[in-house]
């Protein structure tokens, strides 16, 4: 199974008030998705052909790397993940959230519900996103983008102690690398734990700069309630 590079929407990017900023515009093409295929895999010349997709998305070129997976269309999950991601990055939102839960409905594996969550997000529809994300995390228990990401989820809601919980976990399992840092942070701002935050500095070398940083994204949850 590929890896996939990361949605460029991931949480701290969301971090600066997913919960009020206006939804990117929406397109109402509709996709094919009949020949979504829910199998791992890949010929050698596809491993490529993603790998250079990948690294059109690791560039922000997103609109080039769906112009590319277009042109190679390929009957397995991690084409179908990425056309996803990238539909969704494009703002075609209706067609993302389309391909995602056509995938959850055939393949019904975490990365599809990561997905589909990962959409509503973006959508600002957040319960809904929740329960998507939720059971992401149940399929996909040691995937630390799916932690931080239901965590985040859970800071929108204000269930702060639970979110504190699943963003330690993320962080742990990406050895303290990447957005999970800021979030865990912030979940620490909001529940109170100065154990917790020392932590953060002593063991990961969290930063005064990146602590401020955290201080001031705090102040964008508490708005969307259950």
């Not at 250079?52 to 790397?65: E, F, Q, S, Y």
């Not at 494009?90 to 959850?104: H, I």
């Not at 020392?198 to 994204?217: Q, V």
Request: net charge negative; aromatic share 6%.
């Amino acid at each position: 199974m590929m890896p996939m590079r990361g949605w460029v929407w991931v949480a701290v990017a969301m971090l600066g008030g997913c919960a009020s900023q206006p939804t990117e515009p929406t397109s109402v093409d509709a996709v094919d998705t009949s020949d979504i295929a829910c199998q791992e895999a890949l010929q050698p010349e596809q491993r490529v052909d993603l790998e250079m997709i990948d690294t059109l998305m690791a560039k922000g070129r997103n609109h080039a790397a769906l112009a590319r997976l277009e042109s190679k269309p390929m009957n397995a999950i991690d084409y179908w993940l990425r056309y996803g991601q990238l539909l969704a990055s494009a703002g075609k939102l209706d067609a993302a959230e389309q391909v995602f839960r056509d995938m959850v409905e055939e393949c019904e594996d975490g990365r599809s519900r990561h997905g589909l969550g990962m959409v509503l997000l973006k959508r600002n529809q957040v319960n809904a996103a929740l329960a998507h994300l939720e059971a992401a995390r149940s399929l996909a228990p040691a995937s630390a983008q799916v932690r931080n990401d239901y965590g985040y989820a859970l800071l929108l809601v204000g269930r702060y102690q639970e979110a504190a919980f699943e963003l330690r976990t993320a962080l742990e399992l990406a050895n303290g690398q990447g957005p999970v840092r800021q979030n865990v942070a912030v979940a620490y701002l909001l529940t109170g734990d100065e154990q917790g935050l020392e932590a953060l500095k002593l063991d990961y070398g969290f930063s005064e700069d990146e602590l401020n940083y955290a201080k001031a994204l705090q102040q964008q949850f508490g708005r969307v309630k259950e």
